[in-house]
């Protein structure tokens, strides 16, 4: 296989005068405030309209602690097993040159062009109580479809591409000299893996792991198909949001959506400050 060469982009000087410039500054940033500033602002003056006392009541209501908890559990399950997949994927596709390696490839992008829906219905259809697997599972008291593993499994599929995809290009960039020289001093592969290529790729597995924990705790359609919305029990946040705001209780919809808004908030700025840091990495 043969590595990307790492070459610098040459740099091409803007011949656009300064209105033109202007403009496509001013136009990208109102397009930002419109999509992006207003609407998120929005759900925290919804959150707070009727004070804090109201959003603090609804964020300890026991039905949204049960929503955090859930969410929370599932993410803390979904993204070290996307971590382990992604750091194997990646290591298979960059180092070694097999038969079904495209084929491996296209299916790391499958969730990406698959509806979230028809994920949680192949689960249903698979372990549900009239699926494939389903009466052998109802036999033996397992339950996975309508509780915790099914929202696991769900999220899984969903997320599994995000930490893979930002070590490929890296991994391929980063090439195999470093790992070579290792391996002939006489490193095993576990070592090569653990002082060469992870600190080579760290802010890549950094942002990675940010970007599938963040649609992990955010993700609606598989999880709503596999939950049943049973209530304080398979209901996570996305979930419970969308209950409180058909029921009318804006304020604890709000309240309960501003948690995740604050987690894509903070998601956005760590991964900047990573990129940042790799950029001066890079520079030196």
């Known amino acids: 296989m043969t590595d990307i060469p790492n070459t610098p982009t040459p740099s091409v000087p803007l011949t656009e ?13 109102g397009i930002l405030a419109a999509f992006l500033v207003l609407p998120l602002g929005s759900v925290f003056a919804q959150a707070l309209a009727k004070g804090t ?12 602690l049960a929503a955090i908890r859930l969410t929370l559990l599932v993410a803390a399950i979904a993204v070290p ?6 750091i194997a ?9 097999f038969r079904g390696r495209n084929l491996l490839i296209s299916l790391i ?3 990406f062009s698959v509806s979230p829906v028809i994920s ?13 697997f389903g009466p052998w599972l109802a036999a033996h008291g397992l339950k996975i479809v309508f509780a915790v593993p099914g929202l696991v499994l769900a999220t899984i599929f969903v997320t599994f591409p995000f930490v893979a995809r930002e070590l490929i290009p890296l991994m391929l960039a980063q090439g195999r000299d470093e790992e070579e020289a290792a391996l002939t001093l006489g490193a095993g592969w576990f070592t090569i893996m653990r002082r060469v290529t992870l600190p080579n790729v760290r802010n890549g597995l950094l942002a990675g ?11 609606f359609g598989a999880v709503s198909v596999v ?11 996305p979930l419970h949001i969308e209950i409180l705001y058909n029921e009318y209780d804006y304020v604890g919809a709000f309240a309960v959506a501003s948690l995740l808004a604050l987690l894509a908030l903070v998601t956005l700025v760590v991964k900047a400050l990573l990129e940042r840091g790799h950029r001066r990495t890079g520079a030196h």
């Open 120 to 132: 949680g219905l192949v689960w249903v259809l698979l372990f549900g109580a009239h699926g494939w």
């Open 53 to 64: 006392g109201a959003f603090l009541e609804a964020i300890r209501e026991p039905d949204a």
């Open 81 to 86: 097993a996307n971590l382990i997949f992604g």
């Open 17 to 29: 005068s300064r209105p033109v410039r202007v403009l496509a500054v001013v136009a990208a940033l």
């Open 109 to 111: 992008d499958l969730p």
């Open 89 to 97: 994927a990646a290591w298979a596709i960059t180092r070694f040159d």
């Open 227 to 237: 939950s049943g919305h049973i209530r304080g029990l398979t209901n996570t946040m």
């Open 209 to 219: 792991i940010l970007l599938c924990n963040a649609r992990a705790m955010g993700e």
